[in-house]
């Protein structure tokens, strides 16, 4: 497993961006495919994005397609979500996660999770 911490949450308005940075211990970092999932006030946490281990392969949810970027720094264990046009739907709290799996969309593939950043997006 491998320990990950996001960062660069925050309040936006609608039609803005923020940029999302979640960090990885560990010297395994590029064996991971990661992925970016949210959850807003109750409702479950839902995919958003993944990426495969040296980010040849990325995949979104239909309702980040074209808004959302992922990508991923192997030199400095980072992954990045960068988020534009924000919709106040868009409104939960970001978790960054690793799995041993060279990319997946599924949840129950990804083994390791960070806190969460919240993200709160005004109309």
């Known amino acids: 497993q491998v320990e990950l911490v996001e960062s660069g949450g925050g309040l936006v308005q609608a039609g803005g961006s923020l940029r999302l940075s979640c960090a990885a211990s560990?010297?395994?970092?590029?064996?991971?495919?990661m992925g970016w999932f949210r959850q807003a006030p109750g409702k479950e946490r839902a995919f958003v994005t993944a990426?495969?281990?040296?980010?040849?392969?990325?995949y979104y949810a239909d309702s980040v397609k074209g808004r959302f970027t992922i990508s991923r720094d192997n030199a400095k264990n980072a992954v990045y979500l960068q988020m534009n046009s924000l919709k106040p739907e868009d409104t939960a709290v970001y978790y960054c996660?690793?799995?041993?799996?060279?990319?997946?969309?599924?949840?129950?593939?990804?083994?390791?999770w960070g806190q969460g950043t919240q993200v709160t997006v005004s109309s």
């Open positions: 996660a690793a799995t041993l799996r060279a990319i997946t969309t599924n949840m129950a593939d990804f083994d390791s």
């Open positions: 560990g010297r395994t970092f590029s064996s991971y495919g």
């Open positions: 990426i495969s281990w040296r980010g040849a392969r990325t």
